[in-house]
């Protein structure tokens, strides 16, 4: 069936550098994404989303870039610091069973090198 | 900003018993709350949608019967993982969604663990 997923399990970063993280979504009638940052043994901690009438959004240290022709999505986080390291999700809001959801990805594992 | 409480966060119980888990939501009125099951470097599975005064809404494959689900309050819903067995073990994930379809919040999470 139809999910959002994402492109690479893990990503090594060096301190400092910037990090991109994919996801492919298969979904074109989704409307709204989300990027979510978890660490281990915590719930999913809320970064940025955006709308599909959208295609870039930025907030701080981070942009969400979204591509409706290829239905990709994008984070991009700068200057990237120890305290990023995580797993990250992407998350897709879909309508269905009457009602909208969140369907997540698969998750990367940020890993920031000092 | 919104804020979402779950309890416990860890909680360890017998085969055969019964374990709840609590998701309040503390400054807002949640008129849907869902309920996620994260096994080990695992994504987030939605296992079950409730709306305050209606009956859960399963996913398929999820057991309604094992896992009960009450949504008696616009504050308040609970999962109650019955008759436990070492493979219900994982980490439990409660969201909250307002009156708008777009504001999720998350609570911190409940590791059971079954033995």
């Known amino acids: 069936g139809e999910s959002v997923g994402l492109h690479l399990p893990t990503l090594s970063v060096q301190e400092g550098d910037n990090s991109i993280i994919n996801c492919a979504y298969s979904n074109s009638a989704s409307d709204y994404f989300i990027w979510y940052k978890q660490e281990s043994g915590k719930g999913p901690q809320f970064i940025i989303d955006?709308?599909?009438?959208?295609d870039k959004r930025q907030g701080q240290r981070v942009t969400v870039l979204l591509n409706k022709t290829v239905k990709h999505l994008s984070l991009q986080i700068a200057a990237t610091q120890p305290g990023d390291s995580a797993v990250y999700f992407c998350a897709e809001n879909r309508f269905r069973s009457n009602d909208y959801k969140l369907s997540f990805g698969a998750g990367t594992t940020v890993t920031v090198r000092a | 900003g919104a804020v979402v409480s779950q309890h416990p966060s860890r909680v360890i119980c017998k085969s055969g018993t019964s374990v709840k888990i609590e998701c309040r939501s503390l400054?807002?009125?949640?008129?849907?709350m869902f309920w996620y099951r994260q096994f080990p470097k695992q994504s987030l599975m939605l296992m079950a949608t409730s709306n305050e005064g209606s009956k859960a809404t399963y996913e398929q494959g999820v057991e309604k019967d094992k896992f009960l689900i009450n949504h008696a309050s616009l504050t308040l819903s609970t999962l109650t993982v019955t008759s436990a067995h070492p493979e219900d073990s994982s980490f439990y994930i409660c969201?909250?969604?307002?009156?708008?379809?777009?504001?999720?919040?998350f609570g911190s999470g409940t590791r059971l663990t079954v033995v």
């Open positions: 400054d807002f009125q949640a008129t849907t």
């Open positions: 969201s909250a969604r307002g009156r708008n379809n777009y504001g999720y919040t």
């Open positions: 955006i709308r599909s009438n959208m």
